[in-house]
């Protein structure tokens, strides 16, 4: 299978801070990782795009794409929440994350590729319609899925969430969307302390405890994913890939490690193989101990190129 790389320069200028753990040493120790396991020449290298303001608004209210762009710093920080902050660079790293899933997104569908990893930060899966939280300015796998479905026809899609945190702003986006399916797991209780209450239909996210470890997650994954998944029948599925779940990410206290990232990635690409021509864009999320995320993001990526 092709596999496209994107990322942009910007997103290694976002940072919020000194001992911030979303910083730019993610994607340098994930650029790091790919060149020395020699999967970085398997895979085709782009540069980002930058989205515009109309592309956002797929997703995003005005006034959330506003308050980012009016309160992007001259200097220093400006602080949206607790841990969520600006700096000079935000707001072209914020276009550059959700550009460059919106352009995998129509590489794939137009056949450019098979699929496309976007190594972008800021994240997303935090970020509602109408705001930013989380570490997450705009939401780039929610933008993805919509841009698919609007801009391109698409009829059904699936959205996969394996990062520790449950992606309430994705939810947010697609509650009650019988065109998206959401499959996720994640720690609870733990930020944002929501996804363990009754939702929709098209919403199959689990709580687990911490401590969960990876033969209990390729169970739910057998047991709720792929039944929903197969029900659904995707024409494309979009992967919010977080990385801290892994044992040794003390952001959360769950206990995967890197095979079973590359054990989930197969099962998605099969069910994508089986519906979706094999069309796969997944963005990054969180990981935060750069050694465990970099390891992971080669894992899965070497599922979906085959290698």
């Known amino acids: 299978m092709t596999t496209a790389f994107y990322t942009h320069p910007a997103c290694k200028l976002h940072e919020m801070g000194f001992g911030h753990p979303e910083c730019p040493e993610r994607l340098i120790a994930i650029d790091a990782e790919l060149n020395s396991s020699q999967l970085s020449?398997?895979?085709?290298?782009?540069?980002?795009?930058?989205?515009?303001?109309?592309?956002?608004?797929?997703?995003?209210?005005?006034?959330h794409i506003s308050r980012i762009r009016q309160h992007i710093p001259v200097s220093g920080y400006f602080q949206i929440d607790g841990d969520t902050s600006l700096n000079p660079s935000s707001w072209t790293a914020a276009r550059a994350a959700a550009g460059a899933a919106i352009a995998a997104t129509s590489a794939v569908i137009e056949g450019?590729?098979?699929?496309?990893?976007?190594?972008?930060?800021?994240?997303?899966?935090?970020?509602?319609?109408?705001?930013?939280?989380?570490?997450?300015?705009?939401?780039?796998?929610?933008?993805?899925?919509?841009?698919?479905?609007?801009?391109?026809?698409?009829?059904?899609?699936?959205?996969?969430?394996?990062?520790?945190?449950?992606g309430n702003g994705t939810q947010a986006a697609f509650l009650d969307d019988e065109r998206v399916l959401m499959v996720s797991f994640f720690q609870h209780p733990l930020y944002p302390y929501s996804g363990a209450?009754?939702?929709?239909?098209?919403?199959?996210?689990?709580?687990?405890?911490?401590?969960?470890?990876?033969?209990?997650?390729?169970?739910?994954?057998?047991?709720?994913?792929?039944?929903?998944?197969?029900?659904?029948?995707?024409?494309?599925?979009f992967i919010s890939a977080g990385f801290d779940a892994h044992r040794d990410d003390l952001i959360g206290q769950m206990r995967l490690v890197e095979d079973d990232y590359k054990w989930m990635?197969?099962?998605?690409?099969?069910?994508?193989?089986?519906?979706?021509?094999?069309?796969?864009?997944?963005?990054?999320?969180?990981?935060?101990?750069?050694?465990?995320?970099?390891?992971?993001?080669?894992?899965?990526?070497?599922?979906?190129?085959?290698?």
């Not at 020449?41 to 006034?63: C, G, Y």
């Not at 930013?132 to 609007?150: D, R, S, W, Y």
């Not at 687990?208 to 997650?217: H, I, N, S």
């Not at 990635?265 to 935060?288: D, N, P």
Request: charged share 15%; hydrophobic share 45%; glycine share 4%.
């Open 41 to 63: 020449d398997h895979l085709v290298h782009r540069e980002a795009p930058l989205a515009t303001e109309a592309q956002l608004a797929l997703v995003h209210n005005e006034d």
């Open 197 to 237: 209450e009754a939702s929709s239909a098209n919403m199959h996210n689990i709580p687990v405890p911490a401590y969960t470890d990876g033969k209990a997650v390729r169970a739910l994954v057998e047991q709720h994913w792929l039944p929903a998944l197969h029900e659904h029948k995707p024409q494309m599925i």
């Open 112 to 166: 450019q590729v098979n699929s496309a990893f976007c190594a972008i930060r800021p994240p997303g899966h935090h970020a509602t319609p109408t705001t930013a939280m989380g570490f997450c300015l705009f939401n780039n796998i929610a933008l993805a899925a919509q841009h698919a479905l609007t801009d391109h026809g698409l009829e059904r899609v699936a959205i996969v969430d394996f990062d520790v945190h449950h």
């Open 265 to 307: 990635t197969r099962q998605i690409r099969q069910v994508a193989q089986q519906y979706s021509q094999g069309r796969i864009v997944s963005c990054l999320e969180g990981g935060y101990n750069t050694s465990a995320l970099a390891r992971s993001v080669v894992a899965h990526i070497q599922a979906m190129v085959e290698v």
